[in-house]
């Protein structure tokens, strides 16, 4: 190890006149952006002065937890983006934020060094992070269940393989069982009423809905998407899909009477960088 600290190297080329060693260092940056849904626009967040990789807010809109970019660490602020609190620090390594039901608690990926990803549960009273999953391989994803006891999370099929599909760990007790119909699926999200999963297909990245009770799962495009996230206080989920720098937005209608999946696109303009990404 000749080198350490905040960025990320690659490519390394040995000169051959000397025995200096090239590399290419990356320092990772990141600004929060907001859709204006009448718009159709991205906008500069009111925290915009955060270097971050993921910025989630609070149910009641008063809080944010975020992944501070380079350093990959939880911090926990106020919506305006002051008064920050450090969670996390380096050799961790933090990643995807998802408040609980009641705000009492954030659900974070967590990551120690040459140590799989695992979910942790972070206390707002006492800020103390606890590990609540240990199953020997990653776990990503994390997405709470309506009355906060549960937490549903998936695997990455180019770490571990495929087919492991969704599971359940209880907050509590840390017992984990699968979820039933979700073989061959991952990055799971929950609706808001707790009847349905929306998770991805790992070969095609297809969003696929599964309802909890049931365990059976339903395609509902053919179109590949990334990113699924429900929709708060309605059972409607977004989705994203980039191609060539082109950003389209997915709605997933769940209707709970009839039990049916509408996928319905809605028309953007072509989503161009600022320069901050240039």
């Not at 020997?136 to 309506?146: L, Q």
């Not at 699926?185 to 969003?207: M, Q």
Request: net charge positive; hydrophobic share 40%.
């Amino acid at each position: 190890k000749l080198a350490s600290g905040s960025l990320n190297f690659g490519g390394p080329v040995q000169d051959k006149k000397s025995s200096t060693i090239l590399v290419k260092g990356r320092l990772a940056r990141g600004r929060p952006l907001v859709f204006d849904s009448e718009a159709k626009a991205f906008v500069t967040a009111c925290v915009s002065e955060i270097s971050t990789s993921a910025v989630a807010y609070s149910i009641d809109g008063k809080l944010i937890a975020y992944i501070s970019l380079p350093d990959e660490s939880l911090w926990v602020a106020n919506a305006d983006g002051t008064g920050g609190r450090q969670i996390t620090q380096l050799p961790l390594r933090a990643a995807e934020p998802v408040w609980s039901p009641d705000n009492g608690n954030i659900a974070v990926m967590i990551s120690a060094p040459k140590e799989r990803w695992r979910v942790g549960v972070v206390d707002l009273n006492t800020l103390r992070l606890r590990l609540v999953t240990s199953e020997g391989v990653n776990e990503f994803n994390p997405s709470w269940t309506p009355d906060g006891s549960h937490i549903i999370f998936g695997h990455i099929p180019a770490l571990d393989g495929h087919g492991l599909g969704l599971a359940m760990v209880d907050v509590n007790t840390h017992g984990i069982v699968p979820i039933k119909g979700s073989a061959g699926l991952f990055s799971p999200t929950v609706s808001p009423d707790g009847d349905h999963i929306l998770a991805l297909e790992e070969d095609t990245f297809y969003p696929v809905g599964l309802a909890t009770q049931s365990g059976h799962p339903k395609r509902l495009s053919t179109t590949r998407v990334g990113f699924p996230r429900w929709m708060r206080h309605r059972n409607s989920a977004i989705l994203l899909d980039a191609d060539a720098q082109i950003l389209r937005i997915f709605q997933v209608d769940m209707e709970m009477k009839k039990k049916t999946v509408k996928l319905e696109a809605l028309k953007l303009s072509r989503f161009s960088p600022p320069k901050v990404f240039r």
